[in-house]
């Protein structure tokens, strides 16, 4: 059984969270009076709030995936890094303004050795929301400012100097919109990070693991390998801001997140990412431990493999990944195409006659 991390509830879990209050009242029931016996009860009860959460867990709809992917004690980058690595040596500043903490990151142990590999150091760096209001507000809700890419930049290029691949965790509604950002140079900031990603000399492992917003989040998601989390979103805008343009109301974000096909089921079918990595049942604040040790397998598998390919081989790759995105054949070019081409192999076979 999956394991419960809060009273917290979404929506569409509010069924299953009133089976549950009610189990709880027969096996406290139960346990006071002697003279009854509940057991079969609270046994069929609790198979049916089995049977229905699977149930709902199985066919969510893109809205709850992007929901579940918000949810407030879904871990987070630092979750990660606490679980999957030893020695985390964070680094801060961007030598030019000042230190962003909606971006953390630095040297640390990948525990390879927990996972069938070796344990090696790397460089990780992820979008950090907050747990409180305090640390919310600090950290921006994970939105970063221009510091922020230009750190993660900074630690990039020191992981290529020493010769270290570099791990990325995406996890942000979008980069922050302030004036403030736009006036310390926001794109810019972003476009330099896609551009030096693309050809620095080490393995780049990209892992959305929340929201993936826009270029706020492929402003570190540039790599060899994107994997995403079951119930992870990733897309060029979130579902709530494509309403408000499209149909001047947020009232409209579901129909927006089923038209966006931002689940990682869709983005695999188009070869936007290259792994999803299961959560356990409820999503991954459901079992955290579950999720750290399936996502630390991934990794492992991924950097022993990525640390194989030869580097002008790799970055011939990794150019190619990005350079393939987002090719289309036009219907109704195609069909002309075709049509033309079997006139002219008529033309050819009378001729030929």
């Given at each position: 059984?999956?394991?419960?991390?809060?009273?917290?509830?979404?929506?569409?879990?509010?069924?299953?969270?009133?089976?549950?209050?009610?189990?709880?009242?027969?096996?406290?029931?139960?346990?006071?009076?002697?003279?009854?016996?509940?057991?079969?009860?609270?046994?069929?009860?609790?198979?049916?709030?089995?049977?229905?959460?699977?149930?709902?867990?199985?066919?969510?709809?893109?809205?709850?995936?992007?929901?579940?992917?918000?949810?407030?004690?879904?871990?987070?980058?630092?979750?990660?890094?606490?679980?999957?690595?030893?020695?985390?040596?964070?680094?801060?500043?961007?030598?030019?303004?000042?230190?962003?903490?909606?971006?953390?990151?630095?040297?640390?142990?990948?525990?390879?050795?927990?996972?069938?590999?070796?344990?090696?150091?790397?460089?990780?760096?992820?979008h950090q929301k907050g747990?409180?209001?305090?640390?919310?507000?600090?950290?921006?809700?994970?939105?970063?400012?221009?510091?922020?890419?230009?750190?993660?930049?900074?630690?990039?290029?020191?992981?290529?100097?020493?010769?270290?691949?570099?791990?990325?965790?995406?996890?942000?509604?979008?980069?922050?919109?302030?004036?403030?950002?736009?006036?310390?140079?926001?794109?810019?900031?972003?476009?330099?990070?896609?551009?030096?990603?693309?050809?620095?000399?080490?393995?780049?492992?990209?892992?959305?693991?929340?929201?993936?917003?826009?270029?706020?989040?492929?402003?570190?998601?540039?790599?060899?390998?994107?994997?995403?989390?079951?119930?992870?979103?990733?897309?060029?805008?979130?579902?709530?801001?494509?309403?408000?343009?499209?149909?001047?109301?947020?009232?409209?974000?579901?129909?927006?997140?089923?038209?966006?096909?931002?689940?990682?089921?869709?983005?695999?079918?188009?070869?936007?990412?290259?792994?999803?990595?299961?959560?356990?049942?409820?999503?991954?604040?459901?079992?955290?431990?579950?999720?750290?040790n399936t996502l630390g397998q991934s990794l492992?598998?991924?950097?022993?493999?990525?640390?194989?390919?030869?580097?002008?081989?790799?970055?011939?790759?990794?150019?190619?990944?990005?350079?393939?995105?987002?090719?289309?054949?036009?219907?109704?070019?195609?069909?002309?195409?075709?049509?033309?081409?079997?006139?002219?192999?008529?033309?050819?076979?009378?001729?030929?006659?």
């Amino acid at each position: 059984m999956a394991k419960k991390a809060t009273n917290y509830s979404l929506d569409f879990e509010k069924p299953i969270d009133e089976l549950e209050q009610k189990l709880e009242e027969m096996r406290a029931y139960d346990k006071e009076d002697a003279s009854v016996d509940l057991s079969k009860e609270i046994s069929a009860l609790a198979m049916r709030i089995e049977e229905l959460r699977a149930s709902i867990y199985r066919d969510l709809t893109r809205w709850q995936r992007v929901q579940i992917a918000r949810h407030p004690l879904r871990p987070y980058t630092l979750d990660y890094i606490g679980a999957l690595t030893n020695d985390f040596i964070e680094l801060h500043g961007d030598r030019l303004y000042g230190d962003d903490p909606a971006i953390v990151g630095g040297f640390a142990q990948f525990k390879g050795n927990e996972f069938g590999t070796e344990d090696q150091s790397v460089m990780i760096i992820g979008h950090q929301k907050g747990r409180d209001t305090n640390s919310r507000k600090h950290r921006r809700f994970g939105m970063p400012n221009p510091e922020g890419y230009r750190k993660a930049l900074r630690l990039m290029n020191l992981a290529a100097k020493f010769n270290k691949p570099i791990i990325t965790l995406l996890d942000t509604p979008g980069a922050f919109p302030g004036l403030e950002a736009e006036e310390r140079g926001q794109a810019e900031a972003i476009a330099r990070n896609l551009f030096v990603m693309a050809r620095l000399p080490v393995p780049i492992l990209i892992v959305v693991i929340g929201e993936g917003a826009s270029g706020g989040a492929l402003g570190i998601g540039v790599g060899d390998r994107i994997l995403m989390l079951e119930n992870s979103w990733y897309s060029v805008i979130s579902p709530e801001s494509c309403s408000s343009i499209l149909w001047r109301s947020w009232d409209y974000k579901e129909d927006a997140a089923r038209a966006l096909k931002l689940t990682a089921t869709d983005l695999k079918q188009v070869n936007i990412i290259d792994e999803i990595i299961p959560e356990p049942m409820g999503g991954a604040h459901r079992d955290p431990t579950d999720m750290f040790n399936t996502l630390g397998q991934s990794l492992a598998q991924n950097l022993a493999t990525l640390q194989a390919v030869p580097t002008a081989d790799l970055l011939t790759q990794r150019l190619n990944k990005f350079d393939n995105m987002g090719i289309f054949e036009d219907p109704i070019k195609t069909t002309s195409t075709n049509g033309a081409k079997k006139s002219k192999a008529k033309s050819s076979s009378k001729a030929a006659s």
